[in-house]
């Protein structure tokens, strides 16, 4: 199993948030929620961006598992779409050209909401992070940048024009928030702490192993696992919530993904896995009581 990150995504998310496009090149994004909300969640995770060398044959992979639906983001530009969920818009898809063979460049990007990008910049800098794309305004979207945390786990800061989703809590095939997976736990939950403000709850999910829920506002907003493989670089996974994890397992590979880590009753009474997409790109599922049919 190999998580990794490439210069090569790096510069699909510039060509993306429009750092390297034309100045009279227009970036098209939609809105993080259809309706405003005027709410920021500050510390959750909000929106995705799925980077993929193989669009066309990664969208009926999602069609088929969750039931997702995706539609050009901007008429003419099938290179980019947006990701439904029944009829409300949850994420992007945006082809990227393979650079190196032997480098799986394919990966979601998370968003956390932050109060003030520029500022949340600055304290990244500060605690040893990397700008790698700086703050820049989006239209219809907001205020975003791509950062670098101090181990090498990428994701994104955004500040919504309209405000963040709001909680409505645990939904069927629809973004639970993300996991970010390091070796350095420790350091991850002082970095994380500081940037976003979170509280730390330690949980026991398995035989000598802890799960570290991030907490703002009294909302589990995401959490941290160590790594146990050498291989695999710090990363912020996606977690999509399932109410029968066994059969989402079970139409992978048929679907043309990978079961990267099988359900396993050791880790979290078996109601997880870790599956890698038809182009490799990575996320996880879970499942949940509330979601288990009587």
């Known amino acids: 199993m190999k998580i990794k990150f490439h210069y090569a995504i790096f510069w699909a998310i510039s060509l993306w948030l429009g750092v390297n496009a034309c100045a009279n090149q227009q970036v098209i994004v939609p809105k993080v929620t259809p309706e405003p909300t005027h709410q920021h969640h500050i510390g959750k995770f909000v929106w995705y961006d799925l980077f993929t060398h193989d669009l066309q044959s990664t969208i009926p992979f999602y069609e088929e598992l969750f039931g997702w639906s995706f539609a050009d983001t901007r008429a003419g530009e099938d290179r980019v779409k947006t990701v439904f969920r029944d009829g409300v818009p949850i994420a992007n898809a945006i082809q990227i050209d393979q650079v190196k063979s032997e480098v799986n460049e394919c990966r979601w990007l998370s968003y956390m909401s932050v109060e003030d990008v520029d500022a949340t910049s600055i304290i990244v800098q500060k605690e040893n992070g990397i700008i790698y794309s700086a703050p820049r305004d989006l239209p219809d979207r907001g205020?975003?940048?791509?950062?670098?945390d101090p181990d090498g786990a990428v994701f994104a800061l955004v500040h919504t024009s309209d405000g963040d989703p709001q909680d409505e809590g645990i939904m069927e095939n629809h973004w639970m928030g993300?996991?970010?997976?390091?070796?350095?736990?420790?350091?991850?939950?002082?970095f994380y702490t500081v940037l976003a403000g979170y509280e730390e709850k330690v949980l026991e999910v398995g035989t000598d192993s802890t799960y570290h829920l991030l907490i703002k506002d009294g909302q589990p907003r995401a959490g941290i696992v160590r790594i146990l493989w050498e291989d695999i670089k710090p990363n912020w996974l996606p977690c999509i919530a399932v109410s029968d994890v066994m059969a989402i397992s079970e139409l992978v590979e048929r679907l043309g993904g990978t079961l990267l880590i099988e359900p396993d009753r050791d880790v979290r009474d078996g109601r997880t896995a870790i599956i890698a997409d038809p182009s490799g790109a990575v996320f996880a599922i879970q499942q949940f009581e509330a979601l288990i049919p009587e």
């Open 143 to 148: 205020r975003v940048a791509v950062v670098i």
């Open 178 to 190: 993300s996991e970010l997976w390091t070796q350095n736990i420790d350091g991850a939950a002082r």
